[in-house]
Protein backbone atom coordinates (compact mmCIF):
# COMPACT_ATOMS: atom_id res chain seq x y z
CA UNK A 1 0.00 0.00 0.00
CA UNK A 2 2.91 2.07 0.51
CA UNK A 3 3.15 4.51 -1.88
CA UNK A 4 0.12 4.50 -3.76
CA UNK A 5 -3.12 6.75 -3.36
CA UNK A 6 -5.73 5.25 -1.33
CA UNK A 7 -8.42 6.99 -2.82
CA UNK A 8 -9.53 11.19 -3.19
CA UNK A 9 -10.30 12.62 0.39
CA UNK A 10 -8.02 13.81 2.23
CA UNK A 11 -7.26 13.44 6.39
CA UNK A 12 -6.99 16.54 8.13
CA UNK A 13 -4.79 16.50 11.01
CA UNK A 14 -6.07 18.68 14.25
CA UNK A 15 -4.63 19.32 17.69
CA UNK A 16 -3.08 21.28 20.06
CA UNK A 17 0.51 22.25 19.04
CA UNK A 18 2.98 19.30 19.68
CA UNK A 19 0.23 16.82 19.41
CA UNK A 20 2.68 15.64 16.05
CA UNK A 21 0.66 16.76 13.47
CA UNK A 22 3.57 17.44 11.04
CA UNK A 23 5.46 14.45 11.93
CA UNK A 24 2.25 11.87 12.17
CA UNK A 25 1.48 14.28 8.44
CA UNK A 26 4.93 13.45 6.96
CA UNK A 27 5.11 9.95 8.00
CA UNK A 28 1.05 9.31 6.38
CA UNK A 29 2.25 11.48 3.27
CA UNK A 30 5.03 8.94 2.62
CA UNK A 31 2.62 5.91 3.83
CA UNK A 32 0.26 6.73 0.86
CA UNK A 33 1.67 8.72 -1.57
CA UNK A 34 -0.49 11.58 -0.56
CA UNK A 35 1.06 15.17 -0.60
CA UNK A 36 1.65 16.80 2.62
CA UNK A 37 0.06 20.44 3.00
CA UNK A 38 1.35 22.07 5.89
CA UNK A 39 -1.50 25.43 6.86
CA UNK A 40 1.10 27.31 8.69
CA UNK A 41 4.22 26.86 6.24
CA UNK A 42 1.45 28.32 3.28
CA UNK A 43 -0.13 31.04 5.38
CA UNK A 44 3.40 32.14 6.41
CA UNK A 45 4.49 31.67 2.57
CA UNK A 46 1.57 33.42 1.24
CA UNK A 47 1.80 36.57 3.78
CA UNK A 48 5.62 36.40 3.23
CA UNK A 49 6.44 36.45 6.84
CA UNK A 50 6.54 34.02 9.92
CA UNK A 51 3.32 33.21 12.07
CA UNK A 52 4.64 35.26 14.84
CA UNK A 53 5.39 38.39 12.87
CA UNK A 54 1.75 37.92 12.06
CA UNK A 55 0.52 37.78 15.27
CA UNK A 56 3.09 40.42 16.33
CA UNK A 57 2.40 43.02 13.42
CA UNK A 58 -1.18 42.12 12.28
CA UNK A 59 -2.41 40.09 15.44
CA UNK A 60 -4.54 36.66 16.16
CA UNK A 61 -8.09 37.71 14.33
CA UNK A 62 -6.52 38.84 11.24
CA UNK A 63 -4.12 35.21 10.92
CA UNK A 64 -7.77 33.37 12.30
CA UNK A 65 -8.92 35.27 8.42
CA UNK A 66 -6.06 33.64 6.72
CA UNK A 67 -6.27 30.25 8.30
CA UNK A 68 -9.96 30.37 7.36
CA UNK A 69 -9.21 31.62 4.05
CA UNK A 70 -7.16 28.59 3.57
CA UNK A 71 -9.30 25.87 4.96
CA UNK A 72 -12.13 27.17 2.49
CA UNK A 73 -9.50 26.42 -0.43
CA UNK A 74 -8.34 23.18 0.69
CA UNK A 75 -11.58 21.59 1.56
CA UNK A 76 -12.40 21.37 -1.86
CA UNK A 77 -9.12 19.55 -2.92
CA UNK A 78 -8.77 16.32 -2.43
CA UNK A 79 -6.09 13.44 -1.91
CA UNK A 80 -3.86 15.21 0.27
CA UNK A 81 -2.53 14.75 3.98
CA UNK A 82 -3.57 18.82 5.75
CA UNK A 83 -1.58 19.77 9.09
CA UNK A 84 -3.77 22.26 10.50
CA UNK A 85 -2.49 24.83 13.32
CA UNK A 86 -3.77 24.08 16.48
CA UNK A 87 -6.12 26.69 16.97
CA UNK A 88 -8.17 25.51 13.49
CA UNK A 89 -10.82 24.25 16.13
CA UNK A 90 -11.61 27.91 17.01
CA UNK A 91 -13.70 28.49 14.24
CA UNK A 92 -16.44 25.43 13.81
CA UNK A 93 -16.92 25.90 10.13
CA UNK A 94 -13.30 25.31 9.69
CA UNK A 95 -13.96 21.68 10.82
CA UNK A 96 -17.36 21.03 9.12
CA UNK A 97 -15.91 21.78 6.42
CA UNK A 98 -13.11 20.07 6.32
CA UNK A 99 -14.97 16.60 7.35
CA UNK A 100 -17.28 17.03 3.48
CA UNK A 101 -13.89 15.79 2.17
CA UNK A 102 -12.12 14.34 4.26
CA UNK A 103 -11.26 12.30 7.62
CA UNK A 104 -10.59 14.85 10.44
CA UNK A 105 -8.68 13.15 13.18
CA UNK A 106 -7.87 14.62 15.84
CA UNK A 107 -4.41 13.95 17.82
CA UNK A 108 -4.30 14.68 21.83
CA UNK A 109 -1.52 15.12 24.05
CA UNK A 110 -1.49 16.13 27.97
CA UNK A 111 0.09 18.99 28.93
CA UNK A 112 3.24 17.64 30.41
CA UNK A 113 3.90 15.89 27.30
CA UNK A 114 3.03 19.12 25.06
CA UNK A 115 5.67 20.55 27.38
CA UNK A 116 8.34 18.28 26.51
CA UNK A 117 7.67 18.56 22.80
CA UNK A 118 7.45 22.26 22.54
CA UNK A 119 9.61 23.62 25.58
CA UNK A 120 13.16 24.69 22.99
CA UNK A 121 10.45 25.86 20.27
CA UNK A 122 11.13 29.78 20.23
CA UNK A 123 8.18 30.20 16.78
CA UNK A 124 5.12 29.69 18.96
CA UNK A 125 3.50 32.87 19.33
CA UNK A 126 0.67 31.71 21.55
CA UNK A 127 3.32 30.49 24.33
CA UNK A 128 5.41 33.62 24.93
CA UNK A 129 6.34 34.09 28.51
CA UNK A 130 5.25 31.02 31.03
CA UNK A 131 5.12 28.17 28.39
CA UNK A 132 3.88 26.23 30.90
CA UNK A 133 1.05 28.50 32.38
CA UNK A 134 0.35 29.01 28.69
CA UNK A 135 0.03 25.33 27.31
CA UNK A 136 -2.25 24.80 30.76
CA UNK A 137 -4.35 27.39 30.23
CA UNK A 138 -4.71 26.92 26.08
CA UNK A 139 -5.48 23.48 26.40
CA UNK A 140 -7.85 24.25 29.23
CA UNK A 141 -10.30 26.32 26.89
CA UNK A 142 -9.65 24.15 23.78
CA UNK A 143 -10.17 20.67 25.24
CA UNK A 144 -13.58 20.30 24.70
CA UNK A 145 -13.55 21.61 21.05
CA UNK A 146 -10.91 19.07 20.13
CA UNK A 147 -12.79 16.36 22.34
CA UNK A 148 -15.69 16.66 20.05
CA UNK A 149 -13.97 15.83 17.11
CA UNK A 150 -15.36 11.76 15.78
CA UNK A 151 -12.05 10.71 15.57
CA UNK A 152 -9.22 11.61 18.44
CA UNK A 153 -5.68 9.80 19.44
CA UNK A 154 -3.72 10.69 22.53
CA UNK A 155 -0.29 10.76 21.35
CA UNK A 156 1.07 10.95 24.87
CA UNK A 157 3.17 8.64 25.97
CA UNK A 158 3.95 7.28 22.61
CA UNK A 159 7.84 6.44 21.86
CA UNK A 160 7.31 7.11 18.16
CA UNK A 161 4.96 8.61 15.41
CA UNK A 162 4.50 5.49 13.78
CA UNK A 163 1.75 3.89 15.86
CA UNK A 164 -0.16 6.67 15.19
CA UNK A 165 0.01 7.01 11.65
CA UNK A 166 -0.93 2.92 11.50
CA UNK A 167 -3.92 4.32 13.36
CA UNK A 168 -4.72 6.88 11.11
CA UNK A 169 -4.31 4.80 8.36
CA UNK A 170 -6.68 2.04 9.28
CA UNK A 171 -9.29 4.89 10.22
CA UNK A 172 -8.94 5.98 6.64
CA UNK A 173 -9.45 2.89 4.83
CA UNK A 174 -12.66 1.74 7.37
CA UNK A 175 -14.08 4.96 7.29
CA UNK A 176 -14.51 5.26 3.61
CA UNK A 177 -18.47 6.54 2.33
Not at 155 to 160: C, E, I, K, L, N
Request: hydrophobic residues 35%; aromatic residues 4%; proline residues 5%.
Amino acid sequence: MAGEIMNTRNIVLVGFMGTGKTTVGRLLSEQTGMPLVDMDSMIEERAGKSITNIFAQDGEPYFRELEREMVKELATQSGQVVSTGGGIVLNPDNISDFEKTGLVVCLLADAETVLDRVRHDSSRPLLAGDKEAKIAELLKTRKPLYEAITHCIDTSGRPSPEPTAMEIIVLYKTNNP
